[in-house]
């Protein structure tokens, strides 16, 4: 007996692409987003604000997911007064959610396409971080009584954000292993950074010193580096959140009268500081471990000198 047109056995029936997508649809999309990221600080990141649209999504029944209803979500984020780098990151998760729906056949590829030709969010100026003076990160380094083990975990966690540049995610997952010796040079060896980049990181010698009183204060034979330590004292077998680096940061500098400076901002001065002492910007990049050289020039905040101009004094003006 002949079949008639339908589905023959065996064969899965093709999904027909949504220009709404429910609940499921959009958890799917979000999962198949996180998975595909490779560094966790860009995981929650993401998480954060695919959940933040799909909340203002979900809000109103039976929006369509086009370029539309994402510029409206824009226009929604740009009333709330949220930054524009904020708002291109948030506008970034969702063209990723967008792809990845219409790869999974959920949604139509037409629509994903205007959905990744939506606008960013106009950055006017040059936003500005906190960068410490040297002057500034020695009296940061002098709040901690170093007599303490406490104060010596806290001093030395300063030291490798001052005097190495280490992202805060970094500076909470780095164990003993990467502690190496190069080249007759302490550094943190084939460290895993943001976008699952490997760098080596130098490390200066009063920043070796500084981890050594530390690690040979809490007896550390392997593990995380830097772990949590109770009231009563006692060292944890493991590491810390990120978050508790904030905490250190944030006591450490109202001591010292210098408010609103995070732990970023101790990478960003790490890169200033090494570009005034006459450190070549090909070799921050290395340090800091950015793709893109523009990133480090931003990170340095430079700004063109007109006196004392970097043409001046080349090496072929006349006698």
Not at 49 to 76: K, M, Q
Not at 86 to 92: C, D, E, G, K, Y
Request: charged share 25%; with cysteine.
């Amino acid at each position: 007996m002949q079949r008639g047109a339908g589905t023959s056995p065996g064969r899965k029936r093709k999904r027909n692409p949504k220009t709404v997508l429910r609940l499921p649809d959009l958890e799917q999309s979000r999962s198949a987003v996180l998975n595909s990221l490779t560094s966790p600080s860009s995981q929650r990141a993401y998480d954060h604000a695919i959940r933040d649209f799909i909340d203002w999504y979900c809000s109103e029944p039976r929006l369509a997911f086009n370029r539309t209803v994402v510029t409206r979500y824009r226009i929604n984020l740009e009333q709330e007064r949220y930054a524009a780098s904020t708002i291109n990151l948030r506008l970034a998760a969702v063209r990723r959610l967008a792809y990845e729906a219409a790869d999974a056949g959920l949604l139509s590829p037409d629509l994903a396409a205007g959905i990744r030709r939506v606008k960013e969010a106009k950055k006017h100026g040059v936003r500005l971080g906190n960068w410490l003076t040297s002057e500034q990160g020695k009296r940061l380094l002098a709040v901690f009584d170093r007599g303490t083990v406490r104060g010596k975990r806290d001093y030395a966690m300063i030291a490798v954000l001052l005097g190495c540049g280490l992202r805060r995610a970094e500076l909470a997952t780095v164990t003993l292993d990467h502690l190496q010796q190069r080249e007759e040079h302490w550094v943190f060896a084939d460290m895993v950074g943001k976008g699952g980049h490997v760098r080596t990181i130098p490390i200066p010698a009063w920043v070796a010193s500084g981890m050594q009183s530390w690690i040979t204060a809490a007896n550390l034979r392997s593990g995380t580096i830097f772990r949590a330590i109770n009231k009563a004292g006692r060292i944890a077998v493991n590491g810390f959140s990120p978050k508790v680096i904030w905490g250190v940061v944030k006591d450490a500098c109202s001591k010292c009268a210098m408010p609103g400076v995070a732990p970023h901002d101790l990478r960003r001065t790490c890169a200033r500081l090494c570009h005034e002492a006459g450190g070549e910007l090909e070799q921050i990049q290395f340090l800091l471990g950015h793709v893109s050289v523009e990133t480090t020039e931003r990170y340095l905040g430079c700004k063109q000198r007109f006196r004392n101009a970097v043409n001046d004094r080349i090496g072929i003006e006349p006698d």
